[in-house]
T-cell receptor, first 116, second 109 residues
C-alpha cells in the first residue's frame, strides 16, 4: 500500500521567505509526527498530532514554525521568515494508533529545505 | 537529560565479519528502544525494537540496563547491510523519539 508521502521533495528558499511543507500520512493513521534532521545529525522531534489535535509542540524551535492537521489526515508544516539555520530535512512519520508506546512510526521520504 | 549516543560515525567491516553498532542511552525511567535503518536512497524504517526481542535480517539487540546500552549485533555482515543506522529512545511512551547521531555501516566485499 501507499506509504507516507511528502511534498515538495526539495525546496530552495531565500532568507525571509515563507515555506509550507506537506505530509500525507498512511490512510487511517491516527498519530502524526514531524522531525527536523540537520546535516550529519539524527532526526529531532518537532511536534505531534493525534487526529486533528496538536498534543505536543515542544520541539518547535521558534514561533516561526507552525504546524496544522485540520481534518486529521494531511498535515502542513509552515516556516515563516526562513533563516539559514532552518536548512534541514523535514521528516514526517505516522503511526496507526494514538501513541501508547510500542507503535511503529512509518517515515516519509522527507523534504530537503535549503535556505539561501 | 534524555540522550542517545552512538559513538561511531562510521564502521567499516569486511563481508562475513561480525558487526556491533554501539548505542548508549541516558534515561531515568524504563526505556523503550529502537533501531532504525536508512538504506541508500530509501526512507528511514524500523529495524527492530527491544520489547519484541526479535531478530531481523540477522540483527539482534539486547537491552543492558546496567550499562545503559542497546548495541546492535550481527555475526556475519553482508554487503546489503551497508546503510545508516540510528538508535532511538521513546521516553515515557510519548512517541517523541530521541535519535542518536547515526552510524554509517560500510560492508566491504
Amino acid at each position: 500500500g501507499a506509504g507516507v508521502s511528502q511534498s515538495p521533495r526539495y525546496k530552495v528558499a531565500k532568507r525571509g521567505q515563507d515555506v509550507a511543507l506537506r505530509c500525507d500520512p498512511i490512510s487511517g493513521h491516527v498519530s502524526l509526527f514531524w522531525y527536523q534532521q540537520a546535516l550529519g545529525q539524527g532526526p529531532e522531534f518537532l511536534t505531534y498530532f493525534q487526529n486533528e489535535a496538536q498534543l505536543d509542540k515542544s520541539g518547535l524551535p521558534s514561533d516561526r514554525f507552525f504546524a496544522e492537521r485540520p481534518e486529521g489526515s494531511v498535515s502542513t508544516l509552515k516556516i515563516q521568515r526562513t533563516q539559514q539555520e532552518d536548512s534541514a530535512v523535514y521528516l514526517c512519520a505516522s503511526s496507526r494508533y494514538p501513541n501508547t508506546g510500542g507503535e511503529t512510526q512509518y517515515f516519509g521520504p522527507g523534504t530537503r529545505l535549503l535556505v539561501l | 537529560a534524555q540522550r542517545v549516543t552512538q559513538p561511531e560515525k562510521l564502521l567499516s567491516v569486511f563481508k562475513g565479519a561480525p558487526v556491533e553498532l554501539k548505542c548508549n542511552y541516558s534515561y531515568s525511567g524504563s526505556p523503550e528502544l529502537f533501531w532504525y535503518v536508512q538504506y541508500s536512497r530509501q526512507r528511514l524504517q524500523l529495524l527492530l525494537r527491544h520489547i519484541s526481542r526479535e531478530s531481523i535480517k540477522g540483527f539482534t539487540a539486547d537491552l543492558n540496563k546496567g550499562e545503559t546500552s542497546f548495541h546492535l549485533k550481527k555475526p556475519f555482515a553482508q554487503e546489503e547491510d551497508s546503510a545508516m543506522y540510528y538508535c532511538a529512545l521513546n521516553p515515557s511512551n510519548t512517541g517523541k523519539l530521541i535519535f542518536g547521531q547515526g552510524t554509517t555501516l560500510q560492508v566491504k566485499p
